[in-house]
């Protein structure tokens, strides 16, 4: 599992991996530092999915999903430590790198009040758009929760193969939820988050941070899930977990009151995913050692390692899906 001393040692470690919001330029944040993307998985069509949109803040970027012609949700780590005039959402694009898409300032930005780093609740944060995004469809929110075993699909930009990929590439992937308690973390729990195995080497990875997890209802895609975090370094091991959005309902209608109406549409019973978002992975088997993700060496502890590993456990961190 992640620990906040592995994070503080890992944080060290990177120093070329991310860069201080104090440094960036003034006006839109450049591409230097892209976080890294879905691992396996397809390449996806902007306008197969109108409501995914980058986030790009002070050098790094993280995916979020229009909820509303003016408000963009994302995740919490995603927002918090940075400013709304260093905030714009790219949204049209599959190629972050190509000349396409629109830039949207953000005009505020919100994250949920109660979140903590060190535990995995409340990772959702808001984007208000300096203008409303008129020609693209919003995605609408799943208000009551799903099994485990339920089928969805996920959506980001970055690295497809763990360091080894290129960045910024939109880019799909369906898989299926499984009971929280497998994780084995007694604050993973299934009330408040999705879970999803990466064992597999599938996944979401650095960059994905704050994108959507779609579930399908009656031929619509509806957003059940924020990416938020995974339990390794390296994101072809451990659990995937997804904020609920139905367990973050309250935050999101309290800023966005216009979402309140519900016309019940989106309770129903979820459905496969269509056969085209069912392709095969690209073929990317990138060493996940590679780029950013940390490595670990086998061979026995000593004794002061078990130490910290123990008083570590105490002080937890996530290891999240941006840069």
């Not at 592995?6 to 976080?35: F, K, N």
């Not at 929110?141 to 763990?162: F, H, K, N």
């Not at 992975?281 to 590679?290: L, V």
């Amino acid at each position: 599992m992640q620990t906040g001393w592995t994070w503080l040692l890992l944080s060290l470690g990177l120093g070329g991996c991310l860069v201080d919001a104090d440094a960036a330029p003034q006006g839109e944040p450049p591409l230097g530092e892209i976080q890294r993307e879905i691992l396996g998985g397809s390449l996806a069509k902007s306008a197969d999915f109108p409501s995914v949109v980058a986030v790009r803040f002070s050098g790094s970027l993280c995916t979020g999903t229009l909820i509303h012609p003016q408000w963009v949700l994302t995740a919490a780590h995603c927002l918090v430590g940075t400013e709304a005039r260093r905030v714009s959402v790219h949204y049209g694009a599959e190629d972050l790198e190509a000349d396409t898409g629109t830039l949207v300032s953000a005009a505020e930005i919100y994250s949920h009040p109660q979140y903590d780093d060190r535990v995995w609740d409340n990772d959702v944060g808001l984007i208000k758009l300096a203008q409303p995004i008129s020609d693209r469809v919003p995605s609408p929110l799943r208000r009551v929760p799903i099994a485990a075993g339920t089928e969805v699909l996920q959506l980001g930009y970055g690295d497809s193969s763990d360091g080894q990929g290129r960045d910024g590439v939109l880019r799909k992937l369906a898989t299926q939820t499984l009971d929280c308690a497998t994780v084995g973390e007694a604050d993973v729990r299934g009330d408040r988050l999705l879970c999803l195995s990466a064992f597999d080497g599938d996944g979401t990875c650095y960059g994905d941070s704050g994108g959507p997890t779609f579930v399908k209802v009656g031929g619509k895609r509806y957003l059940v899930g924020v990416t938020s975090g995974g339990t390794d370094d390296s994101c072809r091991r451990g659990y995937d977990l997804h904020t609920s959005v139905p367990a973050e309902l309250d935050f999101v209608l309290q800023r966005v009151p216009a979402l309140a109406a519900d016309d019940g549409a989106g309770a129903g019973p979820p459905e496969p995913n269509d056969v085209k978002d069912r392709d095969a992975a690209d073929g990317d088997d990138g060493d996940d050692s590679g780029g950013c993700a940390a490595t670990r060496k086998g061979g026995g502890r000593s004794a002061l390692a078990g130490l910290l590993i123990a008083l570590a456990a105490g002080a937890r961190r996530r290891r999240p899906r941006r840069s």
